[in-house]
T-cell receptor, first 112, second 118 residues
């Protein structure tokens, strides 16, 4: 069945460093890849997404890359700040597919 | 998260009782999804509904769980005869009508309902 794998499960970085989270997906028909940030006690919040017709998208300190051939996509956070500390989820879905499938999450700690 | 309203935010039930979780989608959204998040785990799809229709319930446990999205009012996730293993955060998400016809559909989450079974 559809599956999204996410690594690492935990990531600790120093403030100002970059953080990279990687995901792979199994369904080659997937064509939409959102990323969500979840803070403690709150719901997941969409932070950036990418569709299969582009290879990279950037929004200030956050960027996503997509390699459709390898079925990989990644989240890059530059100049990390303590408020970036949260759990990040990657996800995948496809046209007409009603389920958005989520990775297991990455707990990011940014040390001041 | 703006706009998807869930209540109650926290619910405590004794084993064997019923839990009812409610979700009002964002204004203009007609698709509702329920996800479950066990402690320290990811988001597991449960069910996708449109008004008066269950579209995909492949993630719903076969027994005790049911969901509805009536013509009027919020979507309801109902858990009968709760057990300790049902303790989790239940998230509702919504998306606009017709959004799935493009490449994938963006879903927006509520703040969740935390169920504790004692």
């Amino acid at each position: 069945g559809e599956n999204v794998e996410q690594h690492p499960s935990t990531l600790s970085v120093q403030e100002g460093d970059s953080a990279v989270i990687k995901c792979t997906y199994s369904d080659s028909a997937s064509n939409y890849f959102p990323w969500y940030k979840q803070e403690l006690g709150k719901g997941p919040q969409l932070i950036i997404d990418i569709r299969s017709n582009v290879g990279e998208k950037k929004d200030q300190r956050i960027a996503v890359t997509l390699n459709k051939t390898a079925k990989h996509f990644s989240l890059h956070i530059t100049e990390t700040q303590p408020e970036d500390s949260a759990v990040y989820f990657c996800a995948a879905s496809k046209t007409g597919g009603f389920k958005t499938i989520f990775g297991a999450g990455t707990r990011l700690f940014v040390k001041a | 998260n703006a706009g998807v309203m869930q209540n109650p935010r926290h619910l405590v039930r004794r084993r064997g009782q019923e839990a009812r979780l409610r979700c009002s989608p964002m204004k203009g959204h007609s698709h509702v999804y329920w996800y479950r998040q066990l402690p320290e785990e990811g988001l597991k799809f449960m069910v996708y509904l449109q008004k008066e229709n269950i579209i995909d319930e492949s993630g719903m446990p076969k027994e005790r769980f049911s969901a509805e999205f009536p013509k009027e009012g919020p979507s309801i996730l109902r858990i009968q005869q709760v057990v300790r293993g049902d303790s989790a955060a239940y998230f509702c998400a919504s998306s606009p009508p017709g959004s799935w016809q493009g490449s994938g559909n963006t879903i927006y989450f509520g703040e969740g309902s935390w169920l504790t079974v004692v």
